[in-house]
Antibody, heavy 119, light 108 residues
Framework: EVQLVESGGGLVQPGGSLRLSCAAS????????MHWVRQAPGKGLMWVSR????????RYADSVKGRFTISRDNAKNTLYLQMNSLRAEDTAVYYC????????????WGQGTLVTVSS | SYVLTQPPSVSVAPGKTARITCGGN??????VHWYQQKPGQAPVLVIY???DRPSGIPERFSGSNSGNTATLTISRFEAGDEADYYC???????????FGGGTKLTVL
């Protein structure tokens, strides 16, 4: 079964840091581009970042560029999101998602992990 | 940056056809994907490449895309189809993924 499981969320103070992980199983992780997408409470989906299959290329939404870093360890089948200089507006459920071959949408998605930035 | 516009809400009676639009500048030249999200759950891909259905998605779900509007159509609407629906494209000019604001689909 293809599965993505996020972890690492929690409560952090403004200006703090957090690293999210996404453990992949059931497919050849190293063959797929991966993404992080977040959803603030009661709000819509917002794309955060993506990384290509070997980790050599990354992209970020303007609102997180320079503060967040996406990376992956293909030997461990794990995707990461390092989040620094966190702000209240970063509070959201963070999902990892697999990019289907040839950019045919995101499938599957993980169950999400909640990040709360508050003092 | 590229913007996708969806109506905040759509209501439909059971057994009828629901249509959710996604507007964007010349969106017909892009590939549009659609997601269904039920409360407390992760999104699920229901349509990719404008009109293709992943395995396991009922034939009642269909899509189209032309000009400045893409449309998700759900025929023979069921109460279990109540959910938020999001359209998504890849903006080649910025190399960013873009989501629409989402549409809450409810039963009349």
């Amino acid at each position: 079964e293809v599965q993505l499981v996020e972890s690492g969320g929690g409560l952090v103070q403004p200006g703090g840091s957090l690293r999210l992980s996404c453990a992949a199983s059931g497919f050849t992780f190293s063959s797929y581009w991966m993404h992080w997408v977040r959803q603030a409470p009661g709000k819509g989906l917002m794309w955060v970042s993506r990384i290509n299959s070997d980790g050599s290329s990354t992209r970020y939404a303007d609102s997180v560029k320079g503060r967040f870093t996406i990376s992956r360890d293909n030997a461990k089948n794990t995707l990461y999101l390092q989040m620094n200089s966190l702000r209240a507006e970063d509070t959201a459920v963070y999902y990892c998602a697999r990019d289907r071959i040839a950019a045919a949408g995101f499938d599957p998605w993980g169950q999400g992990t909640l990040v709360t930035v508050s003092s | 940056s590229y913007v996708l516009t969806q109506p905040p809400s759509v209501s439909v009676a059971p057994g009828k056809t629901a249509r959710i639009t996604c507007g964007g500048n010349n969106i017909g030249s892009k590939s549009v994907h659609w997601y269904q999200q039920k409360p407390g759950q992760a999104p699920v891909l229901v349509i990719y490449y404008d009109r293709d259905r992943p395995s396991g998605i009922p034939e009642r779900f269909s899509g189209s895309n032309s000009g400045n509007t893409a449309t998700l159509t759900i025929s023979r609407f069921e109460a279990g189809d109540e959910a938020d629906y999001y359209c998504q494209v890849w903006d080649s000019s910025s190399d960013h993924v873009v989501f629409g604001g989402g549409t809450k689909l409810t039963v009349l």
